[in-house]
């Protein structure tokens, strides 16, 4: 399955453009209701306990995105590993703070590309592979965020959480079965054997084909490990909002779960900075007065949370990079080939 074909240079300048318009305009404009002076003394009003809590969360956040990627990519199955670090393979952890710093680095997800690229790099994957298990980890996030929103939500009646719940299975279940219809009435348009798919609707089909049909994709740990991945960094980033913005955690937590979901914008600044931002005070907004003063330190809270969890995310790569290219003679010589057919 070939890599999406690259934008035209005019419409990738064009969207750069309108990301950077977007991201910087909502932040200059979030900034406009929140004095400077506020920004700073949000960085030092959590006590820090607060602050170590916050990382430590963070933390485990990223080893149970390599425990994820571990068992969806089968990596145990298909190639030794060259390290373990509590369990986790070093190289899947590697290739994990890697992406996640290109995606915090780059505007409009583009670090998303990298993904393929690293897996490929580090993990001896297929591109088709690492493309389907890259997409197949976006949709189990979003459905994880989607639940994890419907139960926590603060003040929606157990009524309408129970609806909102059947309607996502609901939908869950038309979903499945429009792919199934759609593949069966399309059994070569998925056809991976060097031959491009016709169109963009099809090649995009292909690679939704490819990753629900994989079993390790289904493993019920990887389910489990996506839900504690979200709910410890939602919890970690509430905390954080919390102690700056002085609302309730639960608000906090709608900030927190406001600010991930603002992610899935086409449109991202750089470094996410004023969709995030902007993402955060929506949730919190959603409960809160408008004159209320934990609504005024929304936006210095986000910045606050944005900049941290930035600042973890370039380190973190930034070691993994130099780990990753520190072990590379030593990983030629002995790691055992992989056995990933194709």
């Known amino acids: ?38 920004v700073k003394e949000a960085l030092f009003r959590p006590g820090w306990d607060t602050w170590a809590l916050t990382l430590v969360g963070l933390l485990i956040s990223y080893a149970l995105r390599a425990a994820r990627l571990q068992i969806v990519l089968n990596l145990d199955g298909h190639t030794r590993a060259p390290h373990r670090w509590l369990g986790l393979r070093t190289d899947a952890l590697r290739v994990i703070l890697m992406h996640n710093a290109a995606i915090n680095l780059l505007p409009m997800r583009a670090g998303e590309l990298s993904f393929p690229w690293l897996a490929s790099r580090e993990l001896g994957m297929p591109v088709a592979r690492a493309v389907a298990c890259l997409l197949w980890m976006r949709v189990q996030d979003m459905v994880i965020l989607l639940v994890l929103g419907l139960l926590l939500w603060p003040g929606l009646p157990l009524w309408l959480r129970a609806a909102a719940m059947a309607s996502l299975l609901a939908a869950w279940a038309v979903a499945a079965w429009l792919s199934r219809r759609w593949f069966s009435q399309h059994p070569t348009s998925t056809d991976t054997h060097g031959q491009r798919p016709s169109s963009k609707l099809a090649e995009l089909m292909g690679r939704l084909r490819h990753a629900l049909l994989e079993p390790e994709h289904h493993h019920p740990l990887a389910w489990l490990a996506t839900l504690a991945n979200w709910a410890i960094k939602l919890a970690a980033g509430a905390c954080l909002l919390s102690a700056v913005s002085t609302a309730p955690w639960l608000t906090a937590w709608a900030g927190a779960l406001g600010g991930e979901l603002a992610a899935i914008v086409p449109l991202q600044g750089p470094a996410g900075f004023g969709t995030y931002e902007a993402g955060v005070w929506a949730g919190m907004a959603a409960h809160l007065p408008p004159k209320s003063e934990a609504l005024g330190h929304a936006v210095s809270a986000a910045l606050a949370l944005h900049v941290c969890f930035l600042l973890c995310a370039v380190l973190a790569g930034a070691s993994a990079y130099v780990l990753s290219w520190a072990n590379r003679p030593a990983s030629r010589q002995g790691t055992p080939p992989s056995r990933h057919p194709g």
Do not use: E, H, I, N
């Open 1 to 38: 399955m070939p890599p999406p074909a690259p934008d035209k240079p005019g419409r990738a300048f064009v969207k750069k453009g309108l990301a950077w318009a977007l991201g910087l305009g909502l932040l200059a404009w979030l900034l406009s209701r929140t004095p400077f002076d506020q």
